[in-house]
C-alpha cells in the first residue's frame, strides 16, 4: 500500500493570465514588475497633458490676434491704402517776414508847405501868394523859400553845373494862356477833339488855378535859356545832381518818373516843390511822392 499524498502539495496554485502562477521572491512577494510598466505609461500621460495644455494656449493666443484683427462682425477687415500722390507733396515756403513801415515824421500836414495843390484841389483863380521874393531873371517866389532856393542854387553851381531859373511863380492868367493857348488850342489844331487836347494838356501843363507855379513854392529849373527838356528827361548831370541834394534845402521832385498815375502830371525833373526838410528828405529817401506821404496822415485828394 502506497503513503497517502500529501494535501498541501495536491493543492491547486492561482495561475496568471498567461497561464502560470506568478512565482514568489524569497520574501515571499510578487515580483514588481508590473508596477514599473504603470510608472512609464503614466509619465508618458503626464507629458501628452503637457502639450495639449500648451496647444491650448497658442490656440488661444491666435484667437485673440484674430478677434483683435477681425472687424466687430467677425470677419476681417482691410483698409483701403491712402493712393499715392503722382508727385512729391510741395513743403510750404515760410511766409517772408514783412519789412517795418517806416514811421513817418512828426509834421503839420496842414502847413503852408505841405498844401497839396492839384486838379482836384485847387487854389482858385484869385490866389496870389502874400508875399514874392525876386530871385534872378525876374523870376520870383513865395518869400518863405527864397533864401533855401538861393542855398540850392549856389550849391548846383559850386559843383559845376551851370543854373537857370526859368520859371517860378505865374499869376492865374499867365497859367490861362500856358494851358489853353500853348497846348489845348495847338492839339485840337492837330485833330484832336476838346476832350481829347484837355485830357493831353493836363498831362504836361496843370490846369489854370490848379498850377503850383500860382502858389510860389514851386521852380523850375534848367541849364540855359530856351533849352529843350527832353534831354533833362533821360537824366542829365544837373537833374541827377538835384535828385541827390535838392532835399538837403527842403526841395522835392513833385512830379517823379514812376507816379504819373498818382500825380496825373508827367515826369518832370527840372520841377522842384518845396515842402521843407524834414518831409523832404524822408520823402526822397523812401521815394514817396506829395499824395502819398499826405497819405501817410489820413490826407486824400479825391
Request: proline letters at 8%; hydrophobic letters at 35%.
Amino acid at each position: 500500500m502506497s503513503a497517502p499524498q500529501s494535501t498541501r502539495g495536491s493543492q491547486t496554485r492561482p495561475r496568471s493570465p498567461q497561464g502560470r502562477a506568478p512565482a514568489k521572491t524569497s520574501s515571499g512577494n510578487r515580483p514588481r514588475t508590473a508596477p514599473k510598466k504603470r510608472r512609464r505609461r503614466n509619465g508618458a500621460g503626464r507629458r501628452a497633458f503637457y502639450l495639449l495644455i500648451v496647444l491650448l494656449g497658442v490656440a488661444g493666443v491666435m484667437y485673440m490676434a484674430l478677434r483683435l484683427f477681425a472687424g466687430p462682425g467677425g470677419e476681417k477687415t482691410v483698409t483701403a491704402s491712402a493712393p499715392m500722390p503722382s508727385r512729391l507733396p510741395v513743403t510750404a515756403q515760410p511766409a517772408a517776414t514783412p519789412l517795418p513801415t517806416p514811421t513817418p515824421p512828426n509834421v503839420d500836414v496842414n502847413s503852408w508847405e505841405l498844401r497839396l495843390i492839384r486838379y482836384e484841389k485847387p487854389l482858385g483863380a484869385d490866389f496870389v501868394p502874400e508875399s514874392l521874393t525876386e530871385i534872378e531873371n525876374g523870376q520870383q517866389v513865395d518869400s518863405r523859400i527864397a533864401q533855401p532856393l538861393k542855398d540850392l542854387f549856389g550849391a548846383a553851381r559850386a559843383a559845376g553845373y551851370d543854373v537857370y531859373f526859368c520859371s517860378g511863380y505865374r499869376d492865374y492868367n499867365t497859367q490861362h494862356i500856358i494851358y489853353f493857348d500853348n497846348h489845348v488850342d495847338v492839339y485840337m489844331a492837330q485833330g484832336m477833339s476838346e476832350e481829347e487836347a484837355n485830357a493831353k494838356a493836363r498831362l504836361a501843363v496843370n490846369y489854370p488855378g490848379s498850377s503850383e507855379h500860382q502858389s510860389g513854392l514851386c521852380a523850375d529849373i534848367l541849364e540855359s535859356p530856351n533849352q529843350d527838356m527832353e534831354p533833362y528827361i533821360g537824366g542829365s548831370g544837373l537833374m541827377l545832381w538835384l535828385e541827390e541834394h535838392c532835399a538837403k534845402y527842403g526841395f522835392v521832385i513833385r512830379y517823379p518818373a514812376d507816379k504819373t498815375e498818382i500825380t496825373g502830371v508827367e515826369y518832370e525833373p527840372w520841377h522842384l516843390r518845396y515842402v521843407g526838410e524834414t518831409a523832404a528828405k524822408y520823402m526822397m529817401e523812401h521815394g514817396l511822392c506829395l499824395e502819398e506821404f499826405l497819405a501817410m496822415y489820413g490826407v486824400t485828394f479825391s
